[in-house]
């Protein structure tokens, strides 16, 4: 069960460059998120989706843009890298329906240096 | 007010001790309450969770109370082991717009010494 999967594992960029994050889960999960995590301030929300088709902006959007072509993908994209970008980014899908009770589960991270 | 205040930010105990990790909120609108452990390398997993009518819950070794007046509440872990070493996260979560909203305690890095 392999839950949710993030790639690339690691990547070094330079400035001005893009990339497209990809994150995928098989637990048939309506929403998903992107988070980036950054030393002394925990998680924060970049986009999230809640459902095939649909995306919204969530605290940090600017300088990404996301996707969600099928139910199970979530892509993220930097069309310009910029070394603020430097960062861990997770990726995490939950079950649907609003419920506030429902926990989060994450992938296992992509490490992003934007040089 | 969106903030989760967690504190401290890092913590030192000895094998068998009871490390305390405590966070604070003010928007009375969160309802639900989970902590999050992570590994280095790992991305974070759900430890427990508790909602704001239960005053504690606990899970094995791990006690989350609750103080909704106060708008606070803790994780306790009992007999701590250095397989505990970990970074913990609490976070307060509401429904907004048709979605979870999670925010997110900015971390406690802890140290078990055996």
């Known amino acids: 069960n392999a839950g949710v999967t993030q790639t690339p594992k690691f990547r070094v960029l330079k400035t001005g460059q893009s990339m497209t994050l990809l994150c995928a889960q098989d637990m048939n999960h309506e929403y998903m998120y992107w988070y980036r995590q950054d030393p002394g301030m925990g998680l924060r929300l970049i986009h999230y989706s809640v459902g095939e088709g649909t995306t919204a902006k969530g605290e940090v959007p600017d300088g990404y843009n996301v996707s969600r072509l099928k139910k199970q993908n979530f892509l993220l994209g930097l069309e310009s890298a910029a070394p603020s970008q430097t960062s861990v980014y997770f990726c995490?899908?939950?079950?649907?329906?609003?419920?506030?009770?429902?926990?989060?589960?994450f992938g296992d991270g992509t490490r992003l240096s934007i040089l | 007010q969106q903030q989760v205040k967690q504190s401290p930010q890092s913590l030192i105990v000895q094998k068998g001790g009871i490390p305390i990790i405590n966070c604070a909120y003010e928007?009375?609108?969160?309802?639900?309450f989970p902590w999050y452990q992570q590994f280095p390398g790992k991305g974070p997993a759900l430890l427990i969770a508790?909602?704001?009518?239960?005053s504690e819950k606990k899970e094995g070794r791990f006690t989350i109370s609750f103080n909704k007046s106060a708008k606070q509440f803790s994780l306790h872990i009992m007999d701590s082991q250095p397989g505990d070493s970990a970074t913990y996260f609490c976070?307060?979560?509401?429904?907004?717009?048709?979605?979870?909203?999670?925010?997110f305690g900015t971390g406690t890095k802890l140290q078990v010494i055996p």
């Open positions: 508790i909602r704001p009518d239960v």
């Open positions: 976070a307060a979560s509401r429904n907004s717009g048709g979605y979870q909203k999670v925010t």
């Open positions: 995490a899908s939950s079950y649907r329906r609003g419920a506030s009770n429902q926990p989060q589960h």
């Open positions: 928007n009375t609108a969160f309802d639900y």
